[in-house]
């Protein structure tokens, strides 16, 4: 069985631009979660998404945002790219809403130049 | 907000011995995640312990979970270059509905 996919998986953008990271879960899977993880640092939490709702939103800018597909597969936007939004982008895809293991996928590596 | 505190931050065993990892968290753990991270690429998960003093084991894998001390610790059996990686802990925010890791236990095995 496929696990969680994620494209791309590796992007250069330059400061001010805009970028879209795309995740599709695990067959059968209706959440969807997004996590930042800068260089040394355990993964942050963004989005959590259920049934193409937004169901938790960690300490991020309104830059960030995302969105879930009637098939559950789910994007996130980043606009105004800062230095600082120099990461690993993970998606997690889990069955449930709460207290469900969060299986990960390989990630997007942004680097903003 | 809660916080957890992994120890050691890094380490370096030879191949054979053992080995314990040890999660810390400031406040009451709901659910407590072990995952396995390769340098830049996607978490692998390990195991997940959600009751006090309840154990698991996968292959030479074993972890606890100590809820009134609000700790889990990762213990590992003759250790094999196979393991080496970054070592995350997680836990269930309140709601359930996200993960709040720990910074990482990098271990190396050398042979």
């Known amino acids: 069985d496929a696990g969680v996919t994620q494209s791309p998986t590796h992007l250069i953008k330059t400061r001010g631009q805009q970028v879209t990271l795309r995740c599709s879960p695990i067959?059968?899977?209706?959440?969807v979660s997004w996590y930042q993880q800068v260089l040394g640092q355990g993964p942050q939490f963004i989005f959590q998404?259920?049934?193409?709702?937004?169901?938790g939103r960690g300490n991020f800018p309104d830059r960030f945002s995302a969105r879930q597909f009637p098939n559950y597969s789910s994007e996130l936007n980043v606009n105004a790219l800062l230095l600082g939004d120099s990461a690993l982008y993970l998606c997690a895809s889990s069955g449930g809403l709460a207290q469900e293991t969060q299986y990960f996928g390989p990630g997007t590596r942004l680097l903003v130049l | 907000s809660q916080e957890l505190e992994q120890s050691p931050q890094s380490l370096i065993v030879q191949e054979g011995k053992n080995l314990t990892i040890n999660c810390t968290s400031s406040?009451?753990?709901?659910?407590l995640y072990w995952y396995k991270q390769k340098y830049g690429e996607g978490l692998i998960f390990l195991m997940m312990?959600?009751?006090?003093?309840e154990e698991k084991s996968h292959e030479k894998i074993t972890a606890k979970l100590d809820e009134k001390k609000q700790q889990s610790s990762l213990h590992i059996t003759a250790s094999q270059p196979s393991h080496a990686g970054i070592y995350l802990c997680?836990?269930?925010?309140?709601?359930?509905?996200?993960?709040?890791f720990g910074k990482g236990t990098t271990l190396s095995v050398s042979s």
């Open positions: 067959s059968g899977h209706k959440s």
């Open positions: 312990l959600q009751k006090g003093g």
């Open positions: 406040k009451t753990l709901y659910g």
């Open positions: 998404y259920y049934e193409k709702e937004e169901r």
């Open positions: 997680g836990a269930d925010n309140q709601a359930g509905t996200a993960l709040i």
